[in-house]
């Protein structure tokens, strides 16, 4: 009853009273693996830098981005907006080694480490493009096939949502994939 799970959790928090954990320099450093300690808000940080310098992205955005690429299993938007950062840094860098390999001194050296930063952060989005073109065209190229098993399905006696799930058992691909989502 009510009056009875109040009373006992009263008890239990009077039971804590007093109890103070200490918190050591040690406990600090041993809490997580260094991938949560240092790359996780190392990769936020990244994606709020450049959510800051593309004020039409949006994490919403980069999602259904990478979900219509079909990406949306393999990368996390975070993930994602540090990686063109991580880009464009290389990038920079790597045109400034080219102008120092091709003798190239001054304004032109940062002319062209400021072209490769432009490359190196538009890179992801070309990437996430190309990618979702290609998917685009499977999906058109499964269509026909996922229909005629539909209608097969109903036709059968099967209702709409056992034809979805029949479809999603017997075709592999982005269309079965989307169905699926739509079944869920």
């Known amino acids: 009853t009510m009056p009875a799970r109040e009373r006992a959790g009263s008890i ?26 240092a790359l996780v808000p190392m990769k936020t940080g990244l994606a709020r830098a450049v959510l800051r310098i593309t004020p039409r992205a ?3 955005s980069v999602t259904n981005k990478l979900h219509r690429a ?7 938007p975070t993930g994602y907006l540090a990686s063109k950062a991580v880009l464009c840094f290389l990038g920079f860098v790597g045109g400034q080694v080219f102008a120092g390999i091709a003798g190239v001194a001054g304004s032109k050296a940062l002319l ?16 996430v493009t190309m990618k979702m073109r290609g998917r685009k065209e499977d999906l058109r190229a499964e269509l026909p096939d996922a229909l005629d098993l539909l209608a097969v399905s109903v036709e059968a006696g099967l209702g709409f949502d056992a034809a979805i799930s029949k479809l999603t058992e017997h075709m592999d691909g982005p269309l079965a994939d989307e169905f699926a989502l739509a079944l869920g």
């Open 58 to 60: 949006s994490v919403e």
């Open 112 to 127: 062209l480490g400021l072209v490769g930063a432009l490359v190196g952060f538009m890179l992801p989005d070309m990437i």
């Open 70 to 76: 079909g990406l949306h299993r393999k990368f996390s």
């Open 12 to 37: 239990r928090r009077a039971a804590g009273y007093g109890k103070t954990r200490a918190v050591t320099r040690s406990s600090v450093l041993d809490d997580g693996t260094f991938r949560d300690r």
